[in-house]
Nanobody
Framework: QVQLVESGGGLVQPGGSLRLSCVIS????????MGWYRQAPGSGREFVAAIDWSGGSTTYYADSAKGRFTISKDNAKNTVYLHMNSLTPEETAIYYC???????????WGQGNQVTVSS
């Protein structure tokens, strides 16, 4: 059974930075495209960023994340990270880690991690 466990969320001031982590267990980390989605209050889930399964580590970003967010992974630790800079209050949301078969929709979701951007 594949499990994803996120950490690193919390309260940050506008303009601040935060790093989210996600550890995958019960599966072969290198077999999945890993990603991050978020869901703000009253809104649906939206794609944030993804990194592919291969060693080349191709990355994908939502337009809103380009230039401010960086997704990376550590295969030795079965961990994917999301570094977020210049956060705005509108990015307050629950952030979810995902694992997907290559080029597919997410097969697995983490439990979600709250990020609150507020002064």
């Amino acid at each position: 059974q594949v499990q994803l466990v996120e950490s690193g969320g919390g309260l940050v001031q506008p303009g601040g930075s935060l790093r989210l982590s996600c550890v995958i267990s019960g599966g072969t980390f290198s077999a999945y495209d890993m990603g991050w989605y978020r869901q703000a209050p009253g809104s649906g889930r939206e794609f944030v960023a993804a990194i592919d399964w291969s060693g080349g580590s191709t990355t994908y970003y939502a337009d809103s994340a380009k230039g401010r967010f960086t997704i990376s992974k550590d295969n030795a630790k079965n961990t994917v990270y999301l570094h977020m800079n210049s956060l705005t209050p509108e990015e307050t949301a629950i952030y979810y880690c995902t694992a997907a078969s290559p080029l597919g929709s997410p097969d697995y979701w983490g439990q979600g991690n709250q990020v609150t951007v507020s002064s």
